[in-house]
């Protein structure tokens, strides 16, 4: 008999599912599993979803329920969450933790952290998709006198080319910076603009705006004060940046930016990506793990720049990211004609499938851990 199995969270009424990464986990554990709210039920908040499903499911896969302790009615849905987990062990039912990133990107507070702890001690399985979060959540669990090899590290999966109106082959031509990808000499940014992706001081960086650069970036930015700085920066002369430097200088090696605050579909993206030199992720130290973004660029056939940190490190050891330590190194790749060996990314590509993913668990409960 087939095991049900509950994803947290569920899609919310206003936004249904802005990050893809739940809707392929669904489709690809439907294989294993008996999949709960497979059909993507919108509900109002995520407490109350959890609480509903925490009478129903076998097995719960947990992620970012830590940050409902910044969503509306953060207590009473931080209540449901505890009487949740009383159902859940009540029934002896196993939960699963993703930890995908060490802090919420909003910040801390007892109610983040509490609900951190819970998952970390009640989790069966914790899972990370960067070493460096696999590590903090060691730590964190030898801390709370828990064993610590119940932490596994996964790469994040990618999704498979075809899913995205592509193939393996598409995708690795644009990787190689051969004719048939027809790259130009644009730095790309994509994504939802947000404060810790790092994109007002990447533009307004004295080093950048020097270095002859020309970047594009296209990703909506709701954040309307944050929207106004960055057009502010890229259409300001910022003259002090260029002191010293001469008229010529200035001219000559001046970095161009185009912002367009809105999204794009996978189609125009996937043109965008294979016709840039690099997509680049300036997120700000301690912002970010892992990221569905830097996955998706890969593939569409992109070759990802980012900090050497959490999944960007892991990424670069497998050779199909390039990572930076500092602001001139990363304006150094960003100059260069570096690229990624396509054969490299295709067996990537090919072992870390969402299909992988899921057999992965699927052994993992078959085998009574």
Same mark, same amino acid.
């Given at each position: 008999m087939r095991k049900k199995i509950y994803v947290s969270p569920s899609a919310n009424r206003k936004n249904g599912y802005p990050n893809r990464y739940f809707v392929f986990l669904k489709e690809n554990l439907a294989e294993y599993f008996d999949v709960l709210d497979a059909d993507n039920e919108p509900y109002l908040t995520q407490g109350w979803a959890l609480l509903k499903h925490s009478f129903k499911?076998?097995? %719960?896969l947990l992620s970012f329920v830590e940050t409902i302790a910044f969503h509306k009615l953060a207590f009473a849905q931080y209540l449901m969450v505890r009487l949740s987990f009383l159902i859940m062990r009540l029934r002896h039912k196993e939960i699963v933790f993703i930890f995908h990133n060490p802090r919420p990107h909003k910040g801390e507070n007892w109610m983040s952290r509490s609900l951190t702890k819970l998952q970390l001690k009640r989790s069966c399985l914790v899972i990370s998709h960067s070493c460096e979060t696999? =590590?903090?959540a060691r730590v964190l669990l030898s801390e709370y006198g828990c064993p610590p090899d119940k932490v596994r590290y996964f790469c994040h999966p990618v999704v498979e080319p075809a899913a995205v109106g592509g193939s393996a082959a598409d995708a690795c031509r644009g990787s190689s910076g051969g004719e048939d990808s027809a790259r130009t000499g644009e730095i790309l940014i994509w994504g939802n603009i947000l404060p810790y992706k790092g994109v007002l001081e990447f533009v307004t960086s004295p080093a950048v705006r020097r270095a002859g650069l020309k970047v594009r970036i296209v990703g909506r930015c709701k954040d309307a004060s944050l929207a106004a700085d960055i057009e502010k920066a890229i259409v300001s002369d910022d003259s002090a940046g260029f002191a010293g430097f001469g008229a010529e200088a200035s001219t000559a090696h001046r970095s161009t930016f185009v912002f367009e605050n809105r999204a794009a579909d996978f189609d125009e993206l996937a043109g965008l990506i294979r016709s840039s030199r690099f997509v680049l992720f300036p997120y700000l130290p301690g912002s970010v793990s892992s990221s569905g973004v830097l996955m998706d660029t890969l593939t569409m056939g992109? =070759?990802?720049?980012?900090?050497?940190?959490?999944? %960007?490190?892991?990424?670069?050891?497998?050779?199909?990211c390039f990572v930076y330590g500092s602001e001139a190194e990363m304006v150094e790749i960003l100059k260069s004609g570096r690229s990624i060996n396509p054969e490299v990314l295709r067996?990537?590509?090919?072992?870390? =499938?969402?299909? =992988? %993913?899921?057999r992965f668990f699927a052994d993992f409960f078959a085998s009574g851990h």
């Open positions: 499911a076998d097995i %719960f696999a =590590s903090f992109g =070759s990802p720049v980012g900090p050497a940190i959490g999944a %960007f490190a892991d990424l670069a050891r497998e050779d199909v067996d990537f590509i090919a072992r870390n =499938s969402w299909h =992988s %993913f899921a």
